[in-house]
């Protein structure tokens, strides 16, 4: 089954450590992002790919880093420099030549800080 | 600037329904609508685009009126399935435009029976 997953599903770290997020899909989409969910206020863009080697600043990029080497693969680095990092983060996907918009979302990784 | 949703939450009977509100303060394109179920990815239920159109799904239907920058959700008789949290995403195109959504804060709706 084609799809997005995340891993790990839920993370602890400690203060001052930096944390990658995973995240691949087999739908051959060529945008990936990466969201982050706080309670009461929605999905903020952190992050997208839309072409290999490229990646763009979403709204929240601040202490954030990412990477896109491959197609299929675009991971999140939570870097000590992020403020408030405990989170839901959600990556997802889209082929450019949608018609749609459609969003392909994965179930999401919770980070907890300590 | 987020779009606003309204109402923040909303409990229902099963077979009751709901109107789900999103406004922005900026001119519009699109409107995406998705689902996202407890511990569960959001789910695409549909987008709108400037004009107007109305779209269905199953008995989920929305409209996008754009000179009030805003569009509404109409859940029809609902059920058990429809509960969860409901984001509106507002949008200045079409192609590749996830990268320029913006998403609400969200609308929990829960059905009971």
């Known amino acids: 089954d084609g799809g997005i997953t995340q891993s790990p599903k839920y993370l602890f770290r400690k203060e001052g450590q930096n944390v990658t997020l995973s995240c691949e899909q087999n739908?051959?989409?060529?945008?990936m992002y990466w969201y982050r969910q706080d309670p009461g206020q929605g999905l903020r863009l952190i992050y997208y790919?839309?072409?290999?080697?490229?990646?763009q600043k979403g709204d929240i990029a601040e202490g954030y880093s990412v990477s896109r080497e491959k197609k299929e693969s675009f991971p999140l680095t939570v870097t000590s420099a992020q403020k408030n990092p405990t989170a839901f983060y959600l990556c997802?996907?889209?082929?450019?030549?949608?018609?749609?918009?459609?969003?392909?979302f994965g179930e999401g990784s919770r980070l907890t800080v300590l | 600037q987020q779009p606003v949703q309204s109402p923040q939450a909303v409990i229902l009977r099963e077979g009751e329904d709901a109107v789900i509100n999103c406004s922005s303060s900026?001119?519009?394109?699109?409107v995406h609508w998705y689902r996202q179920k407890h511990g569960e990815a959001p789910v695409f239920l549909m987008i709108?685009?400037?004009?107007?159109e109305q779209k269905g799904h199953e008995k989920i239907s929305a409209s996008f009126n754009e000179k009030k920058q805003q569009s509404s959700l109409y859940l029809t008789a609902s059920q058990l399935s429809y509960s969860g949290t409901y984001f509106c995403?507002?949008?200045?195109?079409?192609?590749?435009?996830?990268?320029?959504?913006?998403f609400g804060t969200g609308t929990r709706l829960q059905v009971t029976l």
């Open positions: 995403g507002t949008g200045a195109g079409l192609t590749g435009t996830a990268s320029k959504l913006t």
């Open positions: 790919s839309q072409i290999v080697n490229d990646f």
């Open positions: 997802a996907s889209s082929p450019l030549d949608s018609n749609t918009g459609e969003l392909f």
């Open positions: 739908l051959n989409h060529d945008a």
């Open positions: 900026k001119a519009l394109y699109s």
């Open positions: 709108l685009l400037k004009g107007g």
